[in-house]
């Protein structure tokens, strides 16, 4: 029953800054994420951590090495074509919560739905997947008349209104104060413990990493065991 | 909705832009709608004058009115020449003569007929809407075409002024949309009398009032060239000259065609203008917005998707300074007329063709403008954009 969701095999990814100047952001990093995991990634500042998470959701693509999600062969795709496997099969909660400012909290949400190509029951999945995360009085509400562990549930109703395959959260709660950010993370793993998705999470809090069933490390672009 | 909450999130720069769009159309509008009159008048003087082959006077200049009478006497020769149908005399002659101002289109005009020989032209067909039309036997009667009823503020019974001798109205002609509805009917005798009238004096006592004329017109018959019936008559008849009405035809459409290609040409300058308005906006929008294109992106927003937002914004700023252009140029055009169709001259027309092609044109003009803005949009790398500001 252990169906693998994410695997990677010796990840490289280089940023030329100039001639001289390479930054080896992952330096051959090879690991299986499977269906239902809660994983931490935890690592200093700089380790490779979102640009890991970024690989793993379509959303950057590796200088070598491969990756695959769900079963398919995404790495050596062009990231414009892969719009569909981000729009259902991943969804990615960000530090900021990068909602968009003119959008009411509902508006964000469909937003996700229509992507997705699911155009008419956008209104009524929006609203419910809403009300789930505990913001059914605040459909209406733009992201700045709301708080920020509210724009926090905001963006994880859009991550999972699409019920994909692999939630990606890159340090969630790092704009938050603690006891928010307890609460989003208790969210996170009720989520995960209904709905039997896969979370995968960077965080720097020990709290967080706590509830996960397994941490990996990062450092300097490796996995450090 | 959400199309104009984007536009709206920047409002002076937007409405500014609008407005730029919105100035053009308003000029496309308005001089379309002058070019729309003359088109209509001219088409409709086509019908009138492009039928009939015009027989003048040799010694007549280029001048389709007045110049050198022709002799009546005339018709007899022209009847000979194979392919003419009838010919009639006529005597058109500027009702004022000295016409007073400016005038767009047809000066106001007395023509005479004889109303039996008139019948069998297609000119002659033109409905009464009150009162009768001239009728055989007729003495300083006048039927007046419907620009004229406002012009000379005159109902059917009332008296008219035409060069100083008093003529009743009988009757008003149907609007037409061109030439006869600046015209005045008189039977022939009448207007043959204000024509001798109008001679320089030392010439009048060697014409007879009977024998003059303006110009004869001659209808071809059916299967015959009217270029080829003119040649003839030039060829045949003495001390005429008849106007090809094919040439006449070619004439009116170079003229109208250079006119109508100012008048676009003037409406695309504004135009223009207002396109590279809606660029500069457009990318100013793009830049302001990179890490919200980063967003969509990362939720699933195709690259075709982000170009799709951007273009249909442009679009929908074109189409709405498109709609307020239309606004205020049809109704500049319809007070305009209203203060002129006093003086009985419409100079503005706006068509249904013009004011849905100019929305539609600045609706496309806003589309390709948000083009390359849109283009740069959407070819942002995700992660990049994620990570602006
Ligand atoms: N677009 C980029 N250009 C250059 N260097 C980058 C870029 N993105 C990331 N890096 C570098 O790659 C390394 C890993 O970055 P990142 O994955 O963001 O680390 P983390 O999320 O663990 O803090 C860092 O040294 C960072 O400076
Ligand atoms: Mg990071």
Redesign the interface.
């Known amino acids: 029953m252990s169906e693998v969701i994410v695997e990677t095999k010796d990840l490289h990814k280089y940023y030329e800054l100039g001639k001289e100047n390479m930054v080896k952001a992952l330096q051959g990093v090879s690991l299986q994420i499977k269906k239902g995991e809660f994983i931490a990634i935890i690592g200093p500042s700089g380790s490779g951590k979102s640009t890991l998470m970024?690989i793993f959701?379509a959303?950057?693509s590796p200088t070598e090495g491969q990756v695959w999600l769900d079963g398919e062969e995404i790495s050596k795709k062009k990231?414009?074509g892969l719009?569909?496997i981000?729009?259902?099969k991943v969804g990615?909660i960000?530090q900021g919560f990068?909602?968009?400012p003119?959008?009411t909290a509902l508006?964000n949400v469909m937003?996700?739905v229509e992507?997705?190509g699911r155009k008419a029951n956008a209104k009524r999945e929006a609203a419910e997947i809403l009300t789930e995360v505990g913001l059914e009085k605040r459909l209406g509400h733009k992201p700045s008349e709301l708080s920020g562990g509210e724009q926090q549930r905001v963006a994880i109703a859009?991550?999972l209104v699409?019920k994909p395959t692999i939630v990606l959260a890159d340090e969630p709660t790092g704009e938050l104060d603690t006891q928010t950010s307890l609460e989003i993370i208790r969210l996170l793993k009720d989520l995960n413990e209904k709905e039997g998705q896969t979370f995968v999470i960077v965080t720097h809090n020990p709290e967080v990493a706590n509830v996960c069933s397994r941490i990996i490390h990062l450092r300097d672009g490796k996995i450090e065991n | 909705m959400?199309t104009l909450?984007?536009i709206f999130?920047r409002k002076v720069r937007s409405t500014l832009t609008i407005f730029g769009i919105a100035i053009g159309i308003f000029a496309l509008v308005v001089m379309g709608s002058m070019a729309e009159k003359l088109n209509k008048l001219v088409g409709g003087g086509l019908e009138y004058y492009g039928t009939r082959i015009t027989v003048q006077d040799a010694k007549s200049g280029m001048s389709f009115f007045g110049g050198t009478p022709i002799a009546v006497s005339k018709i007899d020769e022209i009847k000979k020449i194979p392919g003419v149908k009838s010919a009639y005399a006529s005597v058109e002659i500027l009702k004022d003569e000295i016409s007073s101002g400016v005038n767009f289109g047809m000066p106001p005009m007395i023509a005479g007929y004889d109303p039996a020989s008139f019948k069998d032209d297609p000119a002659g067909s033109i409905k009464v809407a009150s009162g009768r039309d001239i009728q055989a036997g007729d003495i300083k009667k006048a039927v007046l075409g419907s620009d004229m009823v406002k012009k000379l503020n005159v109902v059917v019974g009332d008296q008219i002024d035409l060069r100083g001798t008093k003529f009743e109205v009988v009757g008003i002609y149907d609007k037409t949309f061109s030439a006869p509805d600046s015209y005045i009917m008189v039977n022939l005798p009448d207007a043959q009398e204000l024509m001798l009238e109008s001679l320089p004096t030392a010439f009048r006592p060697s014409v007879k009032k009977e024998n003059l004329a303006t110009s004869i017109s001659v209808l071809v018959k059916g299967g015959y060239n009217a270029s080829e019936v003119t040649k003839q008559i030039n060829d045949k008849v003495k001390d005429v000259k008849a106007l090809d009405p094919e040439e006449f035809k070619k004439q009116v459409a170079n003229s109208v065609a250079i006119f109508n290609l100012i008048i676009l040409a003037s409406a695309l300058i504004a135009l223009v203008v207002g396109s590279f308005s809606i660029i500069n906006t457009m990318i100013m929008s793009v830049a302001e917005r990179i890490?919200?294109i980063?967003?969509?992106?990362?939720?699933?927003?195709?690259?075709f998707?982000v170009l799709r937002e951007f273009v249909l914004e442009a679009a929908v700023m074109g189409l709405i300074g498109g709609l307020i252009g239309l606004a205020f140029g049809w109704l500049t055009v319809e007070i305009v007329n209203y203060f002129t169709a006093a003086s009985g001259q419409i100079i503005f027309l706006t068509t249904s063709r013009l004011a849905i092609g100019s929305v539609i044109f600045a609706t496309v003009l806003g589309a390709v403008s948000g083009l390359y803005p849109a283009w740069y949009a959407a070819?942002l790398?995700?992660?990049e954009a994620?990570r602006s500001e």
């Open positions: 970024h959701g959303l950057d990231i414009s719009y569909k981000r729009g259902r990615f960000f990068n909602l968009i003119t959008m508006e937003l996700a992507y997705s859009r991550a699409n | 959400k909450r984007s999130r890490r919200e980063g967003i969509k992106k990362a939720i699933g927003a195709s690259n998707r070819r790398n995700p992660i994620l």
